[in-house]
């Protein structure tokens, strides 16, 4: 597994991510796109050796804004990208993780899955595939 990401939902994508590229001095690297499947908008900010992951809901049902009612904005998740997405999804089970999202298409046509696991701090981690060609974030 390679640390990828930090993902953090924020009410606005475009107002928020201002404020971050401002304070931190990091650079767009994607435009804000529309995940149609997670129910999001989401653009990337590079701080340096890792990502930021802005995540802003786009329906009132979803997980997301589950999380932004109950927490506020905030850190939502750690992003790994790995070689065998399944591989890694039995390891995480076999350590106590619930796969609440299975395998799906995400950014950059990317395999995507969420695992939950409560013996860690942060919870959530997102796991993603390796980019089939070269247009990785």
């Known amino acids: ?41 989401v653009t990337f900010l590079d701080v340096g050796n890792f990502y930021i992951e802005l995540i802003e809901p786009t329906e009132t049902e979803t997980p997301v804004t589950s999380f932004l009612e109950k927490n506020g904005p905030g850190v939502h998740h750690l992003g790994f990208e790995v070689e065998d ?7 995480l089970s076999k350590k106590g993780g619930l796969v609440v999202c299975k395998p799906v298409l995400g950014f950059e046509n990317r395999l995507i899955s969420f ?6 701090p942060f919870k959530l981690i997102e796991l ?4 089939q060609q070269n247009n990785s974030v």
């Open 128 to 131: 993603f595939s390796i980019p």
């Open 115 to 120: 695992i939950f696991l409560d013996s860690l």
């Open 85 to 91: 997405i399944e591989n890694e999804i039995t390891k």
């Open 1 to 41: 597994m390679k640390f990828h990401h930090i993902g953090v939902v924020v009410n606005n994508i475009v107002n928020d991510g201002k404020i971050i590229e401002n304070v931190l001095r990091s650079r767009k690297t994607s435009i804000p796109f529309h995940d149609k499947i997670q129910k999001v908008k």
